[in-house]
C-alpha cells in the first residue's frame, strides 16, 4: 500500500500545494488566465502530440475500446441524468448532474497520473479516451441545453459551434496532429523534440496545482443532497462499469484496461463548472461536486490502484 501512496501523494500534493499558495497569496480567479492558457493551448496538447507520434498505428484503431469506454460514460451521464429529471423535471439542471457523475478530470490528472501508474503503454489508451470522450461532452451539453429551451441559438448554429468545440480544441488538434505523425513517420527536428519534452512534462504539475488554486477559489459552502448519489456514481460505480464492458468487448491488454479504470475513477473535471457557469445552470453546486470528488478521490483512487497493481483484477 506503502507503493500506492508514493504514487498518488505527489499528485493530491501538487493540488494542495495550490490550494495553500491560493489561500494564502488572496490573489483573484481571474489571475490564472496566463497559467489555464498555458495548460489547455501549450502544455497539455505537447503532452499529447509526444505520446501519439511515436505510437504505432494499429494501437490508435482499437475501436472496440473506443466504443466500449465512450459507450460507459454515456451509460453514466443518462443514468445520472434520469435520477436528477425524476427528481427536478428539469432538463439543464439533470444535465450538469448528469456530467458532474460522468466527466472526469482526464486531461488534468489523467495522463500523468496512468502514465506514472502503468508505464508508456497506458498513454495511448489515455489519448483515445481523453479525445472521445470530450468530444461526447462537447455534444451532449449543448444538445440537451437545447431541448431544456436554455440553447437560445438557431440550430444550424448550434451544430457548426459543437463542431467547432471539437476540430478546435487545441487538445483534439494535438491529438489529430499526433495520429498523422505516426501515420507518415514523422520525427521533428532534435530542437523542436526538446521543446516538445519539455513542454509536455511541465503539463502534469502544471494542471494539478491550478486545479488547486481554482477549488481553494471555490470553496464548498454546502453539502448539496445531490452529492450522496454523484460521489458513489463517479469514483465507484463509473470504474465498475466500464471494467465490464471492456470485458464483454473483447480481450484487451491488461494495461489498456486499468488505464480505462483509473481514468473513469477520476474526480468531477473543472470543465463541469465551467458549463454550468456557460448556461447559468447549477452552478454554485456543480463547484461542490468538483471539490467533493476530487476529495473523496484520495481515498477512492489510492484503492483503485492497489486492487490494480496488487493483482486483485480479474482479467
Sequence with gaps: MLSVFNLVLPFFGLIFLGFVVARISRQPLE????????????????????????????????????????????????????????????????????????????????????????????????????????????????????????????????????????????????????????????EPPASIDKLIDLLAKAAAPCALFAMGVTLALRPLKRVPPELYLIVPIKLIFQPLLIYCILHLAGDFPPVWVFTAMLLAALPTATNVFVIAQQYGVWVERASSSILATTLFSVVTLSLWLYVMTHGLVPL
Design 31 to 186: 489571475a490564472m488566465g496566463w497559467m489555464n492558457v498555458f495548460i489547455v493551448y501549450v502544455a497539455l496538447p505537447a503532452l499529447f502530440f509526444q505520446i501519439l507520434s511515436k505510437t504505432p498505428v494499429a494501437e490508435l484503431t482499437q475501436w472496440a475500446f473506443i466504443i466500449g469506454c465512450t459507450a460507459s460514460t454515456l451509460c453514466v451521464f443518462l443514468v445520472m441524468f434520469g435520477v436528477a429529471f425524476v427528481r427536478t423535471r428539469k432538463i439543464d439542471e439533470s444535465t450538469i448532474q448528469g456530467l458532474a457523475a460522468a466527466y472526469g478530470n482526464i486531461g488534468y490528472m489523467g495522463p500523468g497520473l496512468a502514465i506514472m501508474a502503468f508505464g508508456a503503454p497506458a498513454a495511448v489508451p489515455v489519448a483515445l479516451i481523453f479525445c472521445f470522450d470530450n468530444t461526447l461532452h462537447f455534444v451532449m451539453a449543448p444538445l440537451m441545453m437545447a431541448l431544456s429551451g436554455n440553447e437560445k441559438r438557431r440550430p444550424h448554429e448550434l451544430v457548426i459551434s459543437v463542431l467547432k468545440k471539437i476540430f478546435l480544441h487545441p487538445f483534439i488538434i494535438a491529438t489529430i496532429l499526433g495520429v498523422a505523425a505516426a501515420v507518415i513517420g514523422f
